[in-house]
């Protein structure tokens, strides 16, 4: 009976059996067997390790088996309970394996021909009978309910690669800094000719080998995977590892009516031909991470208008006031975002004089709001600047130097929370790079504290527990301080610990007054901060995810 309910049902209920009863299940009979190996191997990740080859191996088989005569039942193979795959090989599995690299005490010492024969071989191991079979198994007859594909490994991939993908089941890709060797795009098999590719998500990192020739570029593999999956494409992020050496452009027009999310970066536009076929009005999200002095994007967007349907900016550039045209020209015709990221730091005068008079007047509706305020201070006049957007929710601020050891935004915490009390619906507050003078430290700048910290590491373990928790007492103080004037606060970091707001009921005795009742009770509400790690942390990705949106 639970055979008839439909496979989507049946992976909900499998989320329920736990891993331990899984093998349990296996063996009532043959179709639970392979209902608990599609909840095991649902996901799996290809990391190079013995588990993992003998996987392919497996999936080999199969393909093998599918080509011939074979009768055996779909219902027995591995390779249709596979839905989600994960492409990373670890560095460890290839020293372990081919006793390479300094883990092997061996190898530092060997002849230098033995070294080479070693790294020889290791290399034709990975590249040449491992590498080479992973697009072979991606077929849609050994792998018919592929969905996902995060594929990791910065190696070089030949053509017959990419060429294999579209006719994959894959709907779902993710390749993030694939090298490629000379400059070609898609050719699909005789089979899929004319076809569609119906991806919905692509996150695309490309680089060019360092073998390459000059006039190799991955534009045309880009414009030749957009082009097969442009009327089915929701999510795409664009980004390039070469940099100036290969600007990007489209040939031809296209268009993407299902697209609603974009993230371009580091993407050289030859033209704007690759802006205007892909910032279209059914954008909901859009992130902005090319160089802001490129005069096609800022051209571009001062003349973008409105995009009735966008929540969500997220803008990393370097100071708007460096642009013939600055993006606040953008921001002005898109009075109706709610999520609004600056990712690098941002001129004080543009800030105080034009983007936060606008979003005052202009935004009724932004609730999250991430600034890197230029500057190693924020000016009191600017909180209170913020402190008059009363929609929002949630709020990240960070100055000073945004790179390595340096912290040099002494923080005033006295004077944010007098302004950003203000804040009526305020659920989430982060500072980030913040320091903090200490006396005892030397350093009135505050620029080594956390460094400090991590020196006493090294020395005692108690002298930096020590350290440890004197600082995490003293943010939880003030942490506490910010929870008690914001009845809306649930979440905060700052001095590098994300910290947690709870509150709770209680009931109290009332002191008994002279001629009053017994044991009269009253109830207070009391909230309480807390941290939510045992370690300081930087938490970059978190506050991209809050602030930001990012799905990475």
């Known amino acids: 009976m639970v055979f008839q309910l439909p496979a989507e049902i049946l992976a909900i209920i499998l989320e329920y059996i736990s891993e331990d009863s899984l ?43 599918s080509l011939g005569a074979s009768t055996t039942s779909s219902s027995t193979r591995l390779g249709p309970c596979i839905r989600r795959i994960m492409v990373a090989t670890s560095p460890q599995w290839v020293e372990y394996r081919h006793r390479v690299g300094s883990r092997d005490l061996d190898f530092k010492h060997l002849p230098h021909h033995e070294v080479n024969d070693r790294l020889r071989n290791a290399s034709e191991s990975f590249f040449d009978m491992y590498m080479t079979l992973l697009p072979r198994i991606l077929n849609r007859t050994v792998l018919p309910n592929l969905e996902l594909l995060d594929w990791r490994d910065r190696t070089t991939q030949p053509p017959k690669f990419f060429n294999a993908l579209p006719t994959s089941t894959i709907r779902h890709l993710k390749i993030c ?29 490309l680089g060019s080998s360092f073998l390459k020739t000059r006039s190799s570029s991955p534009s045309t593999l880009m414009e030749s995977i957009l082009q097969l999956c442009a009327s089915t494409l929701e ?44 910032i279209q009005g059914s954008l909901r999200y859009l992130e902005i991470g090319m160089e802001i002095h490129d005069p096609i994007v800022a051209k571009y967007l001062g003349r973008c208008g409105t995009l009735p349907l966008m929540k969500t900016f997220v803008w ?5 006031d460096d642009v013939e045209e600055p993006p606040y020209q953008f921001l002005l015709a898109n009075p109706q975002i709610e999520r609004l990221l600056f990712g690098w730091a941002v ?44 929609t929002l929710r949630q709020i990240h601020l960070s100055a000073g130097n945004q790179i390595g050891w340096k912290h040099d935004w002494v923080i ?10 203000n804040l009526p619906l305020l659920e989430k507050l982060a500072f980030s790079r913040d320091t ?78 002279r001629g009053a009742r017994r044991g009269e009770y009253y109830t207070s509400h009391e909230r309480t901060v807390s941290a939510l790690f045992d370690k300081r942390d930087s938490c970059e990705t978190a506050l991209k995810r809050i602030f930001g949106g990012s799905t990475e």
């Not at 090298?179 to 089979?191: A, K, M, R, S, V």
């Not at 505050?446 to 440890?468: F, H, I, P, Q, T």
């Open 23 to 65: 093998a349990s299940l296996a063996l009532v009979s043959k179709d639970c067997c392979q209902l608990a190996r599609s909840r095991r191997f649902a996901s799996i990740n290809l990391d190079y390790s013995f588990a993992s080859s003998n996987l392919v191996k497996t999936l080999m088989l199969e393909a093998h088996e």
């Open 177 to 205: 800094g694939t090298q490629i060797d000379g400059e070609y795009g898609i050719t699909l098999p005789d089979g899929f000719k004319g076809h569609t590719w119906p991806l919905k998500t692509l996150h695309l990192t």
């Open 235 to 278: 999510d795409l992020s664009l980004k390039s590892l070469c940099g100036k050496k290969d600007p990007y452009s489209f040939k031809s027009k296209y268009h993407f009516p299902k697209l609603h999310r974009l993230s371009i970066s580091s993407v050289d536009c030859d033209g704007a031909s690759v802006l205007e076929a892909l």
């Open 316 to 320: 990393y550039h370097s100071r708007p």
């Open 347 to 390: 001129a004080d005068k543009v800030l105080q004089e034009n983007i936060l008079p606008m979003l005052k007047n202009q935004y009724r509706s932004l609730a999250s709001l991430s600034l890197v305020w230029g500057g190693i201070s924020i000016p009191e006049s600017g909180i209170s600047a913020i402190a008059e957007l009363k």
């Open 412 to 421: 005033d915490h006295d004077c944010l929370r007098r302004h950003l009390s």
């Open 436 to 513: 903090y003078s200490r006396p005892d430290f030397r350093d009135p700048q505050g620029e080594r504290y956390y460094v400090y910290g991590n020196d006493l590491a090294e020395e005692s373990k108690d002298s930096s527990l020590e350290w440890e928790q004197e600082h995490l007492d003293e943010v939880l103080i003030e942490a506490q301080l910010y929870a008690d004037s914001m009845p809306n606060l649930t979440w905060m970091y700052f001095g590098q610990i994300p910290m947690g707001v709870t509150a709770r009921t209680v009931r109290r005795k009332k002191k008994r007054k």
